[in-house]
């Protein structure tokens, strides 16, 4: 069997498929800048053949991009626990919660399973430096994986970060500009800029790949739950990407014969003050309005206006999902409340996921005794200061 069965590329708004074979950004039929998918050729593996693998995002080689295991940039990401959170779920008479938690992973957040794909593909269909806006977190992913590639690494990010972001990056050897305004400010800067500068641009869902590491988190939760999946997963969303990539895995594992047709109610979780996807949620339209004037102490979900909302929106609604505001007051109150019950010092992303299954569980649009995993995206030790 072929290391990855990977065949083209496909657009999620248009018709059009690509050769995988050179770097591609978006869709470029005419007026259409979708996202592009990597489409695989799915191959007749059987969950058994995975089981005695390493616990990396590599391990489901076959539905990922690289085409040898020479290609792969790794730091070990991946294969994060699945905690059962009993004492946090007792506090809300809920027996049946758990924590997917995503701090343990290189750089200390889930954004290194997107980039180990990302710059995996780059570098090896090419590239020789990459560039990105950032919230925080996947600047440093790109950088140490840029670094452990040996790609120069561009990153964009608003001023007002969290200084711990801009400090690792610049010790993973990447050139950091600081950006009076927003993420998608930093995002407009590369890409006025990189034909001119060789930059590959990986903002997020912006090239196909990213998507692909962030899927992983799906087949390893179906994995975990004995090849089931939960009722219902509450996701941090700033762009989407492993919201979105989940559902691609569970769509590929069906047909590869591992799961049936059964999905959790997908939850997209933002903060009050930056909440575009609740907002377009509520009012049934089918993309976002960019949230003006973005405000939130979680830095990941400062993302006024996700590329691929089409996508979290379509997911959202075809899983009767939900979406939910938190507060930052209340996003504090998460964070110590999973410190204290469950001994993880989550971000505030985690924060406010735990607390959207207390405001779930109020409006009656989750029942006590389901199943529900909440996503701690990150560690909370960046978010100190
Ligand atoms: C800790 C954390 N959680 C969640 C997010 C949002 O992730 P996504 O862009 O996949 O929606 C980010 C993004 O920066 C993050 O750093």
Known sequence: MRFSTLSHLACTKCPATFEATRLLDVCRQAGCGGSLFAVYDLPALSRDDIAGRDRSIWRWHEVMPARSADEIVTLGEGGTPLLRADRLGARLGMPNVWVKEEAGNPTGSFKARGLSAAVTMARALGARAIALPTAGNAGGAAAAYAAKAGLACHVFMPRDT??????????YGARVTLVDGLIDDCGRIVAQRKDAEGWFDVSTLKEPYRVEGKKTMGYELAEQLGWTLPDVVV???GGGTGLIGMWKAWDEMERMGWIGPARPRMVSVQAEGCAPIPLAFASGATVSA??????TYASGLRVPKAYADYLILSILRESKGDAVA??????????SEMASSEGLFAAPEGGAAWIAVEKLLAAGRVDRGERVVVFDTGTGYKYVA
């Open 235 to 237: 996701y941090p969303t």
């Open 162 to 171: 969290p200084k711990v972001f801009a400090i690792e990056c610049e010790a």
């Open 326 to 335: 938190v507060t930052d007051d209340e996003m504090r109150r998460g964070v």
């Open 290 to 295: 960019r949230a003006e004037d973005a405000r």
